[in-house]
């Protein structure tokens, strides 16, 4: 009788500490998840949120010092604008950037589009009315498209060079230059597709008209 019971005992503790972990409480499963999760998102969002960017930005800083301060341009020692952004010129005696939709003094917290379609009546009208001010100028000349059309961003600061090469008759009349030396200005300041074959080749307007303030106040 005492055998047969103290080998029940027996099995029963090798059935109970036979080396296998019991499992842990639903609580504590739940808790190790949730600290899991918030480790990992700190993790992540420190060294993608800010160490990532830190590193890049001080990398271009580097190599590209003057990109990566936003191509600004200066003037006498002052910043007077960017070369990634288009500035507002109306006079006669400046280049003028392509039309822009946003705003006045092409601002940037407005950057965009009109989004009017092709066949809308009110983008057709206006077109048609900047071509035909464009053409009275220059009878007989086609007009460039980008002096009529806006850019997505409505911030473009680059024009074509025949849209540049359109306003040169305007530009000599009212500095009193010859056409060949305003012409020659632009075929300076006419950059070239990148790499010899991404995109198309442009003239930046407020370059161009800093250069053209240098040979003619």
């Given at each position: 009788?005492h055998?047969?019971?103290?080998?029940?005992?027996?099995k029963?503790?090798?059935l109970h500490?036979?080396?296998?972990?019991?499992p842990?409480?639903?609580?504590?499963?739940?808790?190790?998840?949730?600290k899991?999760?918030i480790?990992?998102?700190l993790?992540?969002?420190?060294?993608?949120?800010i160490?990532?960017?830190?590193?890049?930005?001080?990398?271009?800083?580097?190599?590209?010092?003057?990109?990566?301060?936003?191509?600004?341009?200066?003037?006498?020692?002052?910043?007077?604008g960017?070369?990634?952004?288009?500035?507002?010129?109306?006079?006669d005696?400046?280049?003028?950037p392509?039309?822009?939709?946003?705003?006045?003094?092409?601002?940037?917290?407005?950057?965009?589009?009109?989004?009017?379609?092709?066949?809308?009546?009110?983008?057709?009208?206006?077109?048609?009315?900047?071509i035909?001010?464009?053409?009275a100028?220059n009878?007989?000349k086609?007009v460039?498209?980008d002096?009529?059309?806006?850019?997505?961003?409505?911030?473009?600061p680059?024009?074509?060079?025949?849209?540049?090469y359109?306003?040169?008759?305007?530009i000599?009349k009212?500095?009193?230059?010859t056409?060949?030396?305003?012409?020659t200005?632009?075929?300076?300041h006419t950059?070239?597709r990148?790499l010899?074959?991404?995109?198309?080749?442009r003239?930046?307007?407020?370059?161009l008209?800093?250069?053209?303030?240098?040979?003619s106040?």
């Amino acid at each position: 009788m005492h055998a047969t019971t103290a080998a029940v005992s027996e099995k029963e503790e090798s059935l109970h500490f036979d080396g296998a972990v019991p499992p842990a409480p639903q609580s504590e499963a739940v808790h190790s998840i949730w600290k899991t999760s918030i480790l990992f998102t700190l993790v992540t969002a420190v060294l993608l949120g800010i160490g990532y960017p830190l590193v890049i930005t001080g990398i271009a800083a580097v190599l590209f010092p003057h990109k990566a301060a936003g191509s600004l341009i200066m003037k006498d020692g002052q910043v007077i604008g960017s070369e990634l952004l288009a500035q507002s010129f109306t006079s006669d005696r400046y280049f003028h950037p392509r039309p822009s939709a946003a705003g006045n003094g092409y601002d940037a917290t407005a950057s965009g589009g009109t989004n009017l379609a092709q066949s809308n009546a009110k983008l057709v009208q206006r077109i048609q009315g900047d071509i035909d001010k464009l053409q009275a100028l220059n009878p007989g000349k086609p007009v460039p498209i980008d002096m009529v059309t806006t850019s997505g961003s409505g911030l473009d600061p680059d024009i074509t060079p025949d849209n540049a090469y359109y306003q040169a008759p305007r530009i000599a009349k009212t500095r009193n230059l010859t056409e060949e030396q305003v012409r020659t200005l632009i075929a300076q300041h006419t950059t070239g597709r990148d790499l010899g074959l991404l995109g198309e080749p442009r003239v930046n307007v407020l370059a161009l008209n800093l250069a053209l303030d240098q040979i003619s106040k």
